[in-house]
C-alpha cells in the first residue's frame, strides 16, 4: 500500500523567515514522483515542486526548495523568505511511474505572520 | 488558455438523493482524475480516465462512478448519498506522465 504522512497539521512562520515541513512515504515501488502542492484559501490547488526519485539532486523553485531522502522515504519542503502570500494548505504526494494516481496526505496548514 | 472547470461550485442534497458533477479540462489533456477532500483526510483517489477509459480506481464503493467522453469532459456520480459525501471533490487534468496536476476550483457538495 502506498501511503504519505505528513505530521504537522498546522504551521505558522514569520514574514521572511525560513520554515520546513514535513513529509514521509511508504511505497514499494522504485520509480515514482513527488510533489508539493499548495490549496491557497478559497483557491484552486497549484504545483509548488516536484522531484523524481531517481534523481539525487535536490529540486529547487525559487524560494521553495527540497530536501529528499530515499532511502529514509522523506521529502520536505523549505520555504525561505516567507512571504504572507505563502499563507496556504500544502500538500506532499507521489505518483507512481505507471499512471496518474496521486497519493496525498492530509496536509499541513501554514500561517505566514506579519 | 482555459483552466479547468468544475460544474456546480456548490450544492445541496439530501441523504439518499444522486448528483452529478462536471469537469471540463484544459484543452488538449487526456487524463481527468477525481479526488474527494475532507477536512482530516486529505485528498482520496476516487478514479482517472484516459481516452474514455477508467485507468485507476480507489477505495470507494460502487455509488461513486464516473465516465468520461470522446472531447475529455468528465462526470462523476454519486448515488444514494450519506452525510459522509459531503466533501469537496476535486477535479484534475494532465497532458500526459508528466506528474503536474491541473486542478478545478472543486464542487462542494453538502449532504442534509
Known amino acids: 500500500a502506498q501511503t504519505v504522512t505528513q505530521s504537522q497539521p498546522e504551521m505558522s512562520v514569520q514574514e521572511a523567515e525560513t520554515v520546513t515541513l514535513s513529509c514521509t512515504y511508504d511505497t514499494s515501488e522504485n520509480n515514482y514522483y513527488l510533489f508539493w502542492y499548495k490549496q491557497p484559501p478559497s483557491r484552486q490547488m497549484i504545483l509548488v515542486i516536484r522531484q523524481e526519485a531517481y534523481k539525487q539532486q535536490n529540486a529547487t523553485e525559487n524560494r521553495f526548495s527540497v530536501n529528499f531522502q530515499k532511502a529514509a522515504k522523506s521529502f520536505s519542503l523549505k520555504i525561505s523568505d516567507s512571504q504572507l502570500g505563502d499563507t496556504a494548505m500544502y500538500f506532499c504526494a507521489f505518483m507512481i511511474n505507471t499512471g496518474n494516481q496521486f497519493y496525498f496526505g492530509t496536509g499541513t496548514s501554514l500561517t505566514v505572520i506579519p | ?112
Not at chain 2, 477505495?59 to 467522453?69: A, D, K, L, T
Not at chain 2, 459525501?85 to 487534468?93: E, G, K, N, R, V
Open chain 2, 1 to 112: 488558455k482555459a483552466g479547468v472547470t468544475q460544474t456546480p461550485r456548490y450544492l445541496i442534497k439530501t441523504r439518499g438523493q444522486q448528483v452529478t458533477l462536471s469537469c471540463s479540462p484544459i484543452s488538449g489533456h487526456r487524463s481527468v482524475s477525481w479526488y474527494q477532500q475532507t477536512p482530516g483526510q486529505g485528498l482520496q483517489f476516487l478514479f482517472e480516465y484516459f481516452s474514455e477509459t477508467q485507468r485507476n480506481k480507489g477505495n470507494f464503493p460502487g455509488r461513486f462512478s464516473g465516465r468520461q467522453f470522446s472531447n475529455s469532459r468528465s462526470e462523476m456520480n454519486v448515488s444514494t448519498l450519506e452525510l459522509g459525501d459531503s466533501a469537496l471533490y476535486l477535479c484534475a487534468s494532465t497532458r500526459g506522465a508528466t506528474g503536474e496536476l491541473f486542478f478545478g476550483e472543486g464542487s462542494r457538495l453538502t449532504v442534509l
